[in-house]
């Protein structure tokens, strides 16, 4: 059966036909039809990205302006609908930009921008109220006032999908509470199956964002649950930057050298990349002249006992200048080069171009082009008299001592020949060169029954390489790398291949460890804290920093396994876990080598823990539109690793520790339940009152003792120190009447009728502090002693 294209052809005007059916949609009409890939595709879902959206770009509006966030998220259920409102107290939008935020996809300040951002494509936000009016047929309501306005700016408007442009329905001057802000609220087909889901976004969103106070109320709340900040530090403002050398395509490289305003390469990467100076430069271009022109050989001097002579040969060259004055440019290019460990071509043209001039103006003589020519060519005739014994000593170093001297010697004469046939003045590129070793290893295996492995053609290539000499030729102009593709890789492979410092990090705002932790401690109530912050690293020219927090123990539920946290430039990442490169990472630890259950040595591990990651980018891969899961990108997947690790260690410390003294406490509770009975049977035995054996436990177990002694008034704690290092104590005695003539500093502070005395002395191994001051005969005590671990410290009061 023939196929539709090969019968297309048989109507006339078929091609006309099709052409005339055939329109550009724009980008609205495309996401219309295709609202899955931004996250919509259910009403469950679509709520979440919803609020997501709209939080993001409150946050991110309070932040650029220097304000710190309060946002207030409402979802109404209205029996046909939900209705989501969110409001920020953020600069407002002028009247002029409201339409083009909220009805206009891909509009935004961002793309372009080299900094971190929440969004970047000017989709979000306009999505949500795409996926309103879709699922409701009711326009986005949406009041913004800015920052000293009297009034506010209303707008009921919806977006014309066809043209992808904002048709306002309302507009209108109106008054609000908020000084200001922006409010939007949204109705929409959806439902509450994913509550869960809506309550976790939120509370991450607090986690990542500790400097943001959220308020939120959902349908089933009978009051707003209020998340509150945890420091009134906003996050680091953020500067735009170039590109980093490693990392960029070459796509991207190509379009940049066609829109530059440079006309050399030099200028070129220090203008259009950062951390690009002149001397990195330098190093940029050597490495383009490896790859683009090749390195060349460079080779022993004759020594005097060989039968080259480098002055006699330059004699024979030069014709018609006097003896005298040939003769001393003879001996001043033999000296130069045998001065020398090793001389490439080019180097030679340069010592005779130096012995021209010095020898000719001493001699009043000339030695002009064409006598240089020749004098050079004969004194390369005899530099390269004999490669064979050159390469004799390199392949001999780099090859096993098992070698036989047939082999090496095979080997080396193989590959002399190859640069004998080769490229002019014995230029080759690594590439090349690869090919001239493995050509003469292979020869050598099938003409000398030798072995030549791959290790040794390898370290065969890397000595040879590093003997020669990069070129000095000019590289390309700008407009002729710019056409050429294979040019543009090799100046790409120079970049990457050149060792460039990290970018800057001020395009950058990562939480930091502090608060990665104030803010876990602020949402979970654990025994114990972790958080690491790497440095910055680079993907596709754009740096990014990883983060990692982990917090164990508390109320984490113990069932189970622990809960893993992702997130992006502080957004949390709800869906597609099972798609995310930080859930594999997360997987592919050991856990058990940080004392958690890991059943099958892999996975998700069990237990009371939390696992956060946070990705800051000025460019987060993505693994597509909805941007719910970053891609398996292997430098940044490293990174992740390693701050989940930095993390880890710190977590297997306090478990090891948490482990001993669970041990200390066992072995102390044993022994405090036979002191008793020995002090009891030792009385028994002797006949007199049973001996004090409080103050033996603190010395068996090696203890921080804290004993009180009261006497007429007088009250002293002594502080015994047995164990083996200095311990510094908080101690803090609460008294019901009020101290007098407090020792050691101490300060007594009055609340409600208590007198609170504290004191943090240092007390040295062996040593004992006695700490004094004095009361009424009636006053009753209490010892508060903060510093060190409950099984280390015994009290007697």
Not at 623 to 650: G, Q, Y
Request: aromatic letters at 6%.
């Amino acid at each position: 059966m023939p196929s539709i294209q090969s019968t297309l052809g048989e109507e006339e005007g078929i091609a006309e036909e099709l052409a005339e059916s055939q329109r550009q949609i724009s980008i609205a009409e495309f996401f219309e039809k295709n609202k899955h890939m931004l996250g919509f595709d259910s009403g469950a879902r679509g709520l979440v990205t919803a609020v997501k959206e709209a939080v993001d770009n409150a946050l991110d509006a309070t932040e650029e302006a220097g304000i710190a966030p309060d946002i207030y998220v409402e979802i109404a259920d209205d029996g046909d609908y939900y209705t989501l409102i969110v409001e920020d107290n953020g600069p407002g939008i002028t009247k002029e930009q409201v339409p083009k935020v909220f009805g206009k996809l891909l509009y935004g300040s961002r793309f372009h921008a080299r900094e971190q951002s929440r969004g970047q494509q000017g989709i979000g936000i306009s999505a949500a109220v795409l996926y309103s009016q879709l699922t409701s047929g009711k326009p986005a309501k949406i009041t913004s006032r800015t920052k000293g306005s009297a009034d506010a700016e209303y707008f009921e408007l919806v977006i014309d999908t066809d043209e992808n442009e904002p048709e306002i329905r309302t507009a209108e001057t109106t008054t609000w509470e908020r000084t200001h802000g922006t409010r939007i609220e949204l109705e929409m087909e959806a439902n509450m199956r994913a509550r869960s889901q809506l309550v976790r976004y939120i509370k991450h969103t607090a986690v990542v964002n500790p400097h943001a106070r959220i308020t939120f109320k959902e349908p089933s709340m009978e009051e707003a649950q209020q998340f509150e900040r945890a420091t009134d530090e906003l996050p680091a403002e953020t500067e735009e930057i170039r590109p980093h050398p490693h990392g960029v395509e070459l796509g991207t490289v190509l379009k940049m050298l066609a829109d530059t305003d440079s006309h050399s390469v030099s200028g070129f990467v220090q203008e259009e990349f950062t951390r690009v100076g002149r001397k990195t430069a330098n190093s940029i271009l050597d490495n383009f002249r490896d790859r683009h022109f090749g390195r060349e050989a460079a080779w022993k001097p004759p020594q005097k006992h060989d039968e080259a002579d480098i002055a006699r040969a330059v004699q024979g060259a030069v014709a018609n200048k006097g003896a005298t004055a040939t003769n001393a440019f003879a001996d001043t290019v033999a000296k130069q080069v045998e001065a020398r460990n090793r001389v490439a071509h080019h180097e030679l043209v340069e010592i005779i171009a130096e012995a021209a001039d010095s020898v000719g103006e001493n001699h009043d003589t000339t030695f002009g082009s064409t006598v240089q020519d020749n004098a050079v060519e004969a004194a390369w005739e005899q530099l390269t008299a004999d490669r064979t014994s050159d390469f004799y000593g390199l392949v001999d170093k780099a090859t096993s001592t098992r070698k036989d001297d047939e082999t090496v010697h095979g080997l080396a004469e193989r590959v002399a020949r190859k640069f004998e046939k080769g490229g002019e003045r014995d230029r080759a590129t690594h590439e090349q060169l690869e090919t001239y070793v493995a050509d003469a290893a292979d020869a050598t295996e099938e003409y000398d029954d030798a072995t030549v492995g791959d290790t040794a053609r390898e370290n065969v290539v890397m000595e040879i390489w590093n003997t020669m000499v990069t070129v000095p030729d000019d590289v390309p102009k700008i407009s002729s790398l710019a056409e050429n593709r294979d040019a543009a890789s090799d100046l790409l492979e120079a970049m990457t291949e050149t060792d460039i410092i990290s970018p800057p990090t001020n395009c950058l705002s990562p939480i930091t460890a502090d608060l990665v932790k104030a803010g876990l401690k602020k949402e979970y109530d654990a025994d114990f804290y972790a958080s690491a912050t790497r440095d910055a690293d680079v993907h596709g020219g754009d740096p990014f920093i990883v983060e990692a927090g982990i917090a164990y123990g508390g109320d984490l539920p113990a069932e189970g396994k622990a809960e893993v946290l992702r997130f992006a430039n502080r957004v949390p990442l709800v869906y597609q876990r099972g798609a995310c490169a930080t859930t594999d990472v997360v997987k592919s630890i050991g856990w058990r080598n940080y004392n958690l259950d890991q059943p099958g040595g892999s996975g998700i591990p069990n237990g009371p823990a939390v696992i956060m990651v946070h990705v800051a980018s000025t460019n987060v891969p993505f693994t597509s539109e909805s941007k719910d899961a970053v891609a398996n990108v292997p430098n940044i997947e490293d990174e992740i690793e390693l701050a989940i690790r930095e993390a880890a260690r710190e977590l297997k410390s306090y478990l090891n520790k948490r482990k001993s003294l669970q041990k200390r406490k066992k072995k102390q509770n044993v022994i405090a339940s036979i002191l008793p009975q020995m002090a009891e049977k030792l009385a028994d035995v002797t006949g007199q009152g049973q001996p004090e054996y409080e103050d033996a436990l603190a010395r068996i177990m090696n203890n921080v003792l804290v004993e009180r002694e009261v006497e007429d008034g007088k009250v002293k704690l002594v502080v015994e120190n047995h164990t083996s290092t200095n311990e510094s104590p908080e101690i803090t005695d609460i008294v019901s009447a009020e101290p007098t003539n407090l020792s050691n500093g101490a300060n007594a502070i009055d609340m409600d009728g208590e007198w609170f005395i504290k004191w943090t002395p240092t007390v040295e191994s062996g040593d004992e502090a006695v700490l004094e001051y004095e009361t009424a005969d009636d006053a009753s005590f209490d010892v508060s002693v903060e510093g060190i671990e409950d099984a280390k410290l015994t009290v007697n009061q």
